[in-house]
């Protein structure tokens, strides 16, 4: 019986938020030794939790957001290309999240081996940025700022490949295979 008043209670308090304020007053005005102020009880939805996410076209560009500067990555002046092909097979591997790891790393198995210097360094900059805002923008999900986009060649292609036209099913490529350039 008591477990059904509680449930009426709940489905009181989430239809007029206000008056469970209200209740929550009342009940401790009586008592001395309690607050006056309005209680906030879990029950209550907050203002950020009823706002939906954000439209397609009001997307915020973390730069604008952030107040802090992250320093730009060191890297050898002269570093050798077979050794930055590894690096970038490392860095496109180990993300930190899966779907942009097998994104990353299936396009770097494809691509990676035929790409120019400068075609590298775009793709070490890309590599840079946050998993989640790379994922979003090779999937379309947000559009690609400008400061990625740059020529768009390299990120015409990521786009390209992660929409897997092929149907294949994608795994992580292995590591024994060096990758020839």
């Not at 107040?67 to 690096?87: D, W």
């Not at 970038?88 to 930190?96: A, C, D, E, I, T």
Request: charged letters at 30%.
């Amino acid at each position: 019986m008591w477990a059904r008043h509680a449930i009426v209670r709940t489905l009181r308090q989430r239809a007029n938020p206000s008056a469970n304020i209200q209740s929550a007053t009342s009940r401790y005005a009586s008592q001395s030794s309690k607050p006056s102020t309005p209680v906030w009880e879990p029950s209550m939805p907050t203002e950020w939790a009823r706002k939906p996410p954000p439209k397609y076209d009001e997307d915020i560009d973390s730069e604008d957001v952030s107040p802090f500067k992250i320093a730009p990555p060191v890297r050898p002046p002269n570093e050798a290309l077979e050794t930055k092909r590894a690096r970038l097979v490392y860095m496109s591997r180990k993300r930190g999240i899966l779907e942009t790891d097998l994104l990353l790393s299936t396009f770097a198995k494809e691509y990676l081996p035929n790409m120019s210097m400068k075609e590298m360094t775009e793709y070490d900059a890309l590599l840079e940025e946050n998993d989640w805002d790379i994922y979003y923008w090779a999937t379309g999900a947000k559009r690609i700022p400008d400061r990625v986009m740059k020529d768009g060649i390299l990120m015409n292609k990521l786009v390209e490949h992660s929409k897997n036209k092929g149907k294949q099913i994608l795994r992580m490529p292995d590591l024994s295979a060096r990758v020839a350039g």
